[in-house]
């Protein structure tokens, strides 16, 4: 079945440092969306891309889907403590009756003061 | 407010001992999810619905049974819980199969000794 790898699985930075989270799909992905969850909470939408290529921001954060849309990341600049949580990606696999939804394992970001 | 809610929030039972946990959402949603969070494995679609009526396995359906006879509930049942279903679930929903933003619960924390 479909996988959806995601790199790393822990992330320390600085206050102020970039981090980046990759997400890899075994398969085409019609479209992939991102979620973050802070400790304790419940995954929260971040974002859905669909085109091939497609660059989205939102304010520090930047997303981008690869041209063979089996790869996406998560690029977020100068990074906050309220940045802290759990960044997951998730796609659904291409192809007829794919309401499948597959998440990655996520990436967990501690940001240190 | 829109919103997804489940119940209960919090379960401790017994092996072999029946239980369901409810899930509901305001928003006149289509497309409605299970998902299990373990430690280090991420989220798991269990099951998921397309509409009501209409259900499908995810990822990780044994164990489990989900029904959609409304389109606003859509229970997960566990009909002889073990150990290894302790975890942490929730719910989702979106508006349509074709539309991926998932809105989350707040989780339910089960814990089967």
């Known amino acids: 079945g479909q996988q959806v790898m995601q790199i790393p699985q822990y992330q320390h930075v600085q206050e102020g440092e970039d981090f980046t989270t990759y997400c890899n799909s075994s398969t085409t992905l019609s479209n992939i969306q991102w979620y973050k969850q802070r400790p304790g909470g419940h995954p929260v939408f971040l974002i859905q891309?669909?085109?091939?290529?497609e660059v989205k921001k939102q304010k520090r954060l930047t997303f981008q889907f690869g041209e063979a849309k089996k790869n996406s990341s998560l690029h977020i600049t100068a990074t906050q403590t309220t940045d802290v949580g759990t960044y997951f990606c998730a796609g659904p696999a291409s192809g007829a009756g794919s309401y499948q939804l597959t998440f990655g394992k996520g990436t967990k970001l501690s940001v240190i003061p | 407010e829109a919103q997804v809610t489940q119940n209960p929030r919090y379960l401790i039972t017994v092996t072999g001992k029946k239980l369901t946990v409810t899930c509901s959402q305001n928003?006149?949603?289509?497309?409605m999810s299970w998902y299990r969070q373990d430690p280090g494995l991420g989220l798991r679609q269990i099951y998921y619905s397309m509409n009501v009526e209409v259900t499908d396995k995810g990822d990780v359906p044994e164990g489990y049974k989900v029904s959609r006879k409304e389109k606003r509930n859509f229970p997960l049942i566990l009909e002889s819980p073990s150990p290894n279903q302790t975890s942490l679930y929730f719910c989702?929903?979106?508006?349509?199969?074709?539309?991926?933003?998932?809105?989350f619960g707040p989780g339910t924390r089960l814990t089967v000794t």
């Open positions: 928003m006149n949603h289509e497309y």
């Open positions: 989702a929903s979106s508006l349509s199969v074709s539309s991926y933003e998932q809105y």
């Open positions: 891309l669909v085109k091939s290529g």
